[in-house]
């Protein structure tokens, strides 16, 4: 029995059925779980491509999981500390869509360090001009 997400499956790679066989069950309607089931039986694939498509997507979650966890380097923190602006956190945007996760999450900190020693900076000579 054919419903609309037969098409979107036989479209999907073998490691995107797997995903969806073997994810939660919450993230897709009941029916495209049916179809992305019904795809996987179709192809009736072997033990062994299974096994190498399953090694694949543990590879592709290893490199994605490092991604997330790789550090910002000092250069960029000592930029933003110095020249920080709006552009910075659209960078940090950029790197947070790319799947760098702390970098964006570091490059924003190290932007707001930069803002709030500039605004301390200024506080303190307002502050020394109506002492002195």
Do not use: C
């Amino acid at each position: 029995m054919e419903n609309e997400f037969d098409e979107v499956m036989r479209k999907r790679t073998d490691a995107d059925l797997i995903k969806i066989i073997n994810g939660p069950p919450d993230d897709y309607q009941p029916v495209a779980l049916e179809a992305a089931k019904r795809e996987f039986d179709r192809r009736s694939l072997s033990e062994t491509q299974i096994a190498a498509v399953k090694e694949d997507i543990v590879h592709e979650q290893a490199v994605d999981e490092a991604k997330a966890n790789a550090p910002l380097s000092v250069a960029p923190k000592i930029f933003a500390f110095i020249l920080p602006g709006i552009l910075l956190f659209m960078i940090a945007g950029t790197f947070k869509a790319d799947g760098y996760d702390r970098k964006a999450k570091e490059l924003g900190r190290w932007t707001l360090y930069g803002f709030v020693f500039y605004f301390g900076i200024i506080v303190l000579l307002n502050v020394l001009e109506r002492i002195f």
